[in-house]
Structures are given as structure tokens and as C-alpha cells.
């Protein structure tokens, strides 16, 4: 296992065969434990590039499964089996009979299959896309998903009984920031709504991680000196996070680290085309040098937002929530469903 440290954001080898100890301290520590890297392509003790499967945080899967609410002798679907240990909770707690859990990683569905098996707890366990849901057992009276959505499928509504509950951690490409979404299924079982419950950081659906062009395709040699430049007073931290994405559409942001002479850029990067700009922050400045180019000017989009989130009392992710229409549209909303963005 590779226990995750969330403030360094490293993670340390611990082999269970050298270090028993060690290994179950850490099993029963409220920490997230990476249990696999590059989608299975890493071997060796060391850990590889990118997580693509672990055991989350027990504090968070327990503040997840309040948020669920579930209730004796409902059906649950779990999207993101991982190791296993949110399903055999949901078993413990409705019998295994009643959940269902899926995974797009064959070797993670198998693992987790027979670890289910051996604790007692014969959940049906499937080696398959979770966008797709698993029709063959809807209605669900919840569904919980435990990767990070950028997408929600309208699946999802369609294979959840009315006045029934999807849990899924959302957010945006701006950035790697998320919250879960609790939507209710409407009466008619044909759309669900619901506020963010809480801010989370999940391993992305697979075929949901960003893919953007290279910073070149963007930003050829010569092209700093040929972009239209301003000067902002936004400051930078203001630009970080979950709700700039919701405001900001389309676009991804990429904050350098500090450099030498406090000088620091933020980038932001257009997903419909290969429009750009770029702040300079310097320290003790008041005002950042801005860079932009492209048929859209994404620093203009970024103050206008910004502006808006001024004027509306500068609201956190908790007085924001979705809504997924009839139509399978995903809608942002601030302070109700009637106030869609
Ligand atoms: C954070 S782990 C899940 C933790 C797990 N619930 C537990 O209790 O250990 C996320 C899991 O989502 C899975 N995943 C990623 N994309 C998926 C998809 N499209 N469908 C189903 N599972 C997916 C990954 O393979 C990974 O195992």
C-alpha cells in the first residue's frame, strides 16, 4: 500500500510483508491509501506516476455515507468499487444482497470480489463502466459515486427510483477542485437537483481526466510579444478554486509555483479553442501584468466573473447545487433551482 499525505501530497511505499505493523497502523489510520498507479501499468514497491485506485478517506467515506442517508431495505449502486471497503460498509448496513458496486478496472473488481467474499460479504461486484450505471438492477434507491465526475450521465437519473439519492463528487475542468453533489430524483423520476454538500478530492473517472493541447499549441514562440496586454488588481488566490469554475466555462487554469524574484503566472487555458491568457503577479505589486490571445479573451471572462461573484456576496460552493434536466443537461444554480447560472 501507499499511504497518501495529503499535505505534502506524497505518498510512502509500506510493504505488508516487511512491516505488518506498520501496514495495519495505517489500514486503520484515517488517511486515503493509494492501492494502485497508471491505471495498473506500475509495478515495484516505488509509487508510480498518477493514483488511479485507492482506499478513500475513512473520515470522508463516513461523512459521504451521512450524506447518503440510506435506509433499511434499499438498493444501493456504487460507481468506483476500488478496494472494496465502502461497499462491505453499505453491506454491513443493508445486507449484501442489496448492493451493487462496479469498476472499470478488471484486476480492482477482481481484488475487491473476492476481499468482499472472504470478509462474508458477497456484494455483486462488476468489472464495467460506471457512466453506463447497470440497468439490469434499477431502480436504485441510491446511487454513490466515489470518483471524481466532470460529466454526470443521465443514466444515472434514469436508473434511480423517484425521491431517490445520487452522492457524486462534481466539478469542473477549471481545476482539480470538487464537491459532492447530492441530487434528489424528482417525483417523476426524469430529473434530479440537489446542493454540493461538501469540498472532496477524487481520483477522476477515467475517461473523464482532462486532455488539453500542449502549453506550445497555445503559446508558440514570439506569440507573448504579439498578445494584447492589460493590467488586473484580481488578486491571484481569488482565481483558484471550485467556484471560479463553475463562473468560468470551458476553460482550465494552471497556477505556477512561486519563482525566483516572487514572481508568480497564472494561466488560463480555452478547451473550445487555443485561446490564452496569462496574469504575472509580483510581489508587492498591486496590480498584475495580463497577456491574452485568441478569439476568446479569457481575462476578460475571468474579470467578469469575477465581478459577478463580488456583486453576489462572494458565495462559497455551499450556496451552489445542480440540477440534470429532462433534456440530460447539467445546470449550475446559486441559492435554488430557480436561479440557474
Ligand atoms: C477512490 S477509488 C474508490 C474507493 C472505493 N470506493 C473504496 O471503498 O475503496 C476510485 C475508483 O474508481 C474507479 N473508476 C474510475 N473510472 C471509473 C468508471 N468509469 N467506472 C467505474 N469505476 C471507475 C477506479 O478504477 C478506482 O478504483
Known amino acids: 500500500m501507499w499511504p497518501h499525505d495529503m499535505a505534502t501530497g506524497s505518498s510512502r511505499t509500506v510493504d505488508k510483508a516487511r512491516a505488518p ?3 495495519q497502523r495505517y489500514a486503520d489510520s484515517d488517511c486515503p491509501i493509494v492501492t494502485q498507479w497508471d491505471d495498473g501499468a506500475h509495478n515495484g514497491p516505488e509509487p508510480g506516476r498518477s493514483f488511479s485506485s485507492s482506499s478513500s478517506m475513512p473520515s470522508l467515506v463516513f461523512s459521504m455515507l451521512a450524506d447518503l442517508d440510506v435506509r ?11 478496494t472494496g471497503w465502502n461497499a462491505a460498509l453499505l453491506a454491513h448496513r443493508l445486507g449484501a444482497g442489496n ?4 469498476d472499470v478496472d478488471g484486476v480492482v473488481a477482481a481484488t475487491a470480489r ?21 440497468p439490469e438492477r434499477a431502480p436504485y434507491d441510491r446511487i454513490i459515486v466515489t470518483c471524481g465526475v466532470r460529466d454526470i450521465p443521465y443514466a444515472w437519473v434514469e436508473q434511480t427510483a423517484p425521491g431517490g439519492i445520487i452522492l457524486v463528487p462534481w ?16 417525483e417523476d423520476g426524469r430529473s434530479a437537483s440537489g446542493p454540493f454538500t461538501r469540498p472532496v478530492g477524487f481520483m477522476r473517472m477515467r ?24 493590467f488586473t488588481s484580481v488578486p491571484a488566490t481569488d482565481l483558484d ?8 466555462r470551458d476553460v482550465t487554469h494552471v497556477a505556477d509555483r512561486e519563482r525566483d524574484g516572487g514572481r508568480r503566472a497564472v494561466w488560463l487555458y480555452g478547451l473550445s479553442d487555443t485561446s490564452w491568457a496569462v496574469a504575472v503577479f509580483r510581489d508587492g505589486r498591486k496590480e498584475a501584468k495580463v497577456y491574452q490571445s485568441g478569439p476568446r479573451r479569457l481575462w476578460e471572462e475571468a474579470e467578469t466573473a469575477h465581478q ?27 441559492d435554488g433551482p430557480d436561479h440557474l447560472l
Open 21 to 23: 505493523d506498520a501496514w
Open 72 to 82: 433499511e431495505g434499499q438498493r444501493v449502486l456504487e460507481i468506483g468499487t476500488g
Open 99 to 102: 448492493v451493487v458496486t462496479v
Open 114 to 134: 473476492a476481499a468482499l467474499r472472504r470478509a462474508g460479504l458477497p456484494v455483486r461486484v462488476l468489472h464495467r463502466d460506471g457512466y453506463l450505471g447497470f
Open 171 to 186: 466539478g469542473t475542468y477549471y481545476g482539480p477542485a470538487e464537491a459532492t453533489a447530492r441530487l434528489v430524483v424528482d
Open 207 to 230: 475517461a473523464q481526466r482532462l486532455v488539453r493541447r500542449q502549453h506550445a499549441a497555445y503559446v508558440p514562440p514570439g506569440a507573448m510579444d504579439r498578445a494584447e496586454v492589460s
Open 241 to 248: 478554486g471550485f467556484v471560479m469554475g463553475l463562473l468560468v
Open 308 to 334: 459577478w461573484w463580488k456583486a453576489n456576496e462572494r458565495p462559497g460552493y455551499e450556496r451552489f447545487g445542480l440540477t440534470v434536466g429532462r433534456d440530460g443537461q447539467t445546470r449550475v444554480w446559486l
